[in-house]
């Protein structure tokens, strides 16, 4: 049987479909493309505020109180933050690899599609590691600043700090070293 929340996860893979042709499009588009691609665009924009918008007010709304409980009786508040840290690292992974490609004795022809990817890698880190700043700042470091002590703080950071070097030499750092 499907699992219960099967609809969510299929309007989400939707979302993302139409998103990335979105993506595609708008990569590939010429500036001598966009007068005639007028309704097109604007369309992209419907997208966002039409389908998009509506379903993170939904989530809002509904999904996210539902959450709230479930993660107070059974989840961990801050899994989805440690779901950012992976994905940065595969990211990182992805940057390193389009930078071998780039610097690799290559046709010019394949250092350019090197380079395209490796532009589109950065920018999908700059989302990444701004939002997850900002989560972190926000949400986590703003209650640590209301409710500990700078003691306590110190003590947080002391943790930090001893974690990162006691692994450095490990070779599977996800989720170890402070992103
Ligand atoms: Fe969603
Ligand atoms: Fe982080």
């Known amino acids: 049987m499907a699992q219960p929340t099967a609809r969510i996860r299929q309007h989400h893979s939707e979302l993302m479909g139409k998103f990335h042709q979105l993506v595609?499009?708008?990569e590939a588009l010429q500036t001598g493309d966009v007068t005639q691609r007028r309704e097109e665009l604007q369309g992209f924009v419907t997208f966002f505020l039409e389908e998009l918008?509506?379903?993170?007010?939904?989530?809002?709304h509904a999904l996210y109180p539902a959450a709230d409980d479930l993660i107070c009786q059974h989840g961990r508040p801050t899994a989805t933050m440690s779901l950012d840290?992976?994905?940065?690292?595969?990211?990182?992974?992805?940057?390193?690899?389009?930078?071998r490609r780039v610097l690799a004795d290559e046709t010019p022809q394949a250092r350019d599609i090197?380079?395209?990817?490796?532009?589109?890698?950065?920018?999908?880190?700059?989302?990444l590691l701004s939002v997850h700043f900002r989560k972190e700042e926000e949400a986590l470091l703003a209650l640590m600043d209301e409710h500990l002590s700078?003691?306590?703080?110190?003590?947080?950071?002391h943790r930090m700090h001893g974690h990162g070097e006691?692994?450095?030499h490990h070779e599977h750092h996800t989720n170890i070293f402070p992103l």
Not at 114 to 127: E, F, M, P, S
Request: aromatic fraction near 4%; proline fraction near 2%; charge should be negative.
């Open 85 to 99: 840290h992976e994905a940065i690292v595969e990211r990182i992974d992805d940057f390193k690899e389009c930078i």
């Open 53 to 60: 918008l509506p379903h993170a007010e939904s989530e809002e």
């Open 114 to 127: 090197a380079l395209a990817c490796l532009k589109r890698v950065i920018h999908y880190l700059d989302a």
């Open 24 to 26: 595609e499009t708008v």
């Open 150 to 157: 700078h003691e306590e703080a110190q003590e947080v950071i």
């Open 166 to 168: 006691h692994h450095e």
